[in-house]
């Protein structure tokens, strides 16, 4: 079982709409969980990074959470656009041997 | 400017050929890693280096070798390449280790390596 499961897999949303992606996690002992946005054919890019301390972290249209006791994170994005069609990809680093686990993404499309 | 590259873009190779991928990056950053990224979309990470030094070797195939020969530049060789290794594979690059801060993670625009 993989360490990092999100869900859903896909989802197709109307432009202008709000959804959020979720990010549960097994891995233990946390340091850091980041959500990336990769467009199709490019590579990742960083859209959040939160420590163990932070609950919240905002980057534009993007807002992340972060409950470190139920070990879930969640993405919401607000009025979307056609640009967010993409993959969103959530990394769990651990503490330990610099452990970093992928989830396998959630495939976003935004639809006119 | 270009913050992580990679050569070829695309590659397409005959199974059992030897091949490399090169990666750079001019952001001063200590650490480069390898991810692999198959048909269904799941990204994995290979290896990491950090400052020349080898940190992360996950479960890859002998046939895989990492090398740093200076901190802006980790390349990829493949030996013996098989049908499986077809795959969009990512370099990337970060100040420090992941798991050590909040430092951001640079990827590069991937390489598309198609084995026949």
């Known amino acids: 079982k993989n360490q990092v499961e999100q869900s859903p897999q896909s989802l197709i949303i109307l432009e202008g709409k709000n959804c959020t992606l979720q990010c549960n996690y097994t891995v233990s002992p946390f340091s850091n969980l980041r959500w990336y946005k990769q467009d199709t054919g490019r590579g990742p890019v960083s859209l959040t990074i939160?420590?163990?301390?932070?609950n919240t972290k905002s980057n534009g249209r993007y807002t992340a959470t972060l409950d470190a006791d139920t070990k879930q994170s969640s993405l919401h994005i607000t009025a979307s656009q056609l640009s967010d069609s993409a993959s969103y990809i959530c990394?769990?680093?651990?503490?330990?041997?610099?452990?970093?686990?992928f989830g396998a993404g959630t495939r976003l499309t935004v639809k006119p | 400017d270009t913050a992580v590259s990679q050569t070829p873009k695309y590659l397409v190779t005959q199974m059992g050929n030897d091949k490399s991928i090169k990666c750079e990056q001019n952001?001063?950053?200590?650490?480069m890693y390898w991810y692999k990224q198959d048909s269904k979309k799941f990204l994995k990470i290979m290896f990491s280096?950090?400052?020349?030094?080898?940190?992360i070797n996950e479960t890859v195939p002998n046939r895989f070798s990492p090398k740093s020969p200076d901190k802006a530049h980790l390349n990829l060789h493949i030996n013996s390449l098989e049908l499986g290794d077809s795959a969009v594979y990512f370099c990337a690059s970060s100040r420090e280790p992941l798991a050590e801060g909040v430092n951001e993670q640079f990827f590069g625009p991937g390489t598309r390596l198609t084995v026949l």
């Open positions: 939160m420590t163990f301390s932070e």
């Open positions: 990394v769990v680093s651990g503490s330990i041997n610099n452990d970093m686990r």
């Open positions: 952001l001063g950053h200590d650490t």
């Open positions: 280096y950090n400052n020349k030094e080898l940190i």
